[in-house]
């Protein structure tokens, strides 16, 4: 069984995010993570390879450094790493980071295809279901639990305040939330073999079956109006009253925008 995973290298918000002048974020100025929802799916991957003895391969589109994250999923056990990286690539939305990633993807072999259900710097939700549309196969998105039968696999698709018991014959794309699972760690012999493990780099002439016209910022029909980091609140009014005149300073301003 053959198993790719889809992860991202995602700004750690925790440390604040930089933008370029045509709204795109600046990954190379930031501090990163893997996108968690993402963790949970390669963590999937690896409980099925611990449990059918699968090749996992993880695939990422990024910079150059976005290496690091490979080396941390083959740390927790992968077993193979591809970055897709080339300058044509960068700015790509949601659409081009799809149709790059089924580029690459039609280079392995796969049973199933593992994706997180969205990234924390973009929340869309759709570059999985979009790379299962280039790749015609079928997409079970949500997953919140995974098991295979025969040929098939069986998901317990989340729905507001159920789930779904969903199948489909492989190959199959998988989303994955985070709820999922709990990740392992890596350990200190996983992350020395993953360093001594060659990473697959692929650029924009290994991909397969894709049009220039789709790819990177120029291929990107969305486009950023505007972008920040935070939105900044003013200092608001401060006043100083004694506890009667507060409580109907209070009142008014409540009246005022028609909360009371």
């Known amino acids: 069984m053959k198993i790719v995973v889809c992860i991202k290298q995602v700004p750690d918000t925790k440390g604040g995010v930089k933008f370029n002048p045509d709204g795109t974020l600046d990954r190379g100025a930031m501090l990163t993570i893997m996108n968690p929802d993402d963790k949970a799916g390669l963590e999937a991957a690896l409980r099925l390879k611990d449990q059918y003895d699968a090749e996992v391969t993880v695939v990422t589109m990024g910079l150059p ?13 992968a077993d193979k790493g591809v970055l897709v990286t080339d300058r044509v690539l960068g700015g790509a939305d949601t659409w081009a980071t799809s149709t790059t990633l089924a580029g690459a993807i039609r280079n392995l072999e796969y049973d199933l295809i593992i994706t997180g259900r969205q990234a924390i710097d973009g929340d869309t939700a759709q570059v999985g279901p979009q790379i299962s549309e280039h790749l015609d ?5 949500y997953a919140q639990n995974i098991k295979i039968e025969g040929d098939s696999v069986v998901v317990e698709r989340q729905y507001e305040d159920r789930y779904h018991v969903v199948k489909a014959k492989m190959p199959c794309l998988i989303t994955a939330l985070s709820e999922l699972n709990e990740p392992r760690y890596m350990t ?3 992350i020395f073999d993953a360093y001594k493990q060659e990473i697959t780099v692929w650029g924009r002439a290994d991909l397969k079956d894709v049009d220039d016209a789709n790819l990177g910022l120029k291929g990107s029909p969305t486009k950023i109006a505007k972008a920040s980091d935070k939105v900044r609140k003013g200092a608001g009014e401060k006043v100083t009253l004694d506890p009667d005149e507060s409580v109907s300073y209070i009142v008014d301003k409540l009246k005022v925008k028609h909360v009371i």
Do not use: H, Q, T, W
């Open 137 to 141: 196969i079928p997409v079970i998105s």
């Open 65 to 77: 450094k976005a290496e690091e994250v490979l080396r941390e999923a083959m740390a927790m056990g």
């Open 188 to 190: 200190p012999g996983g």
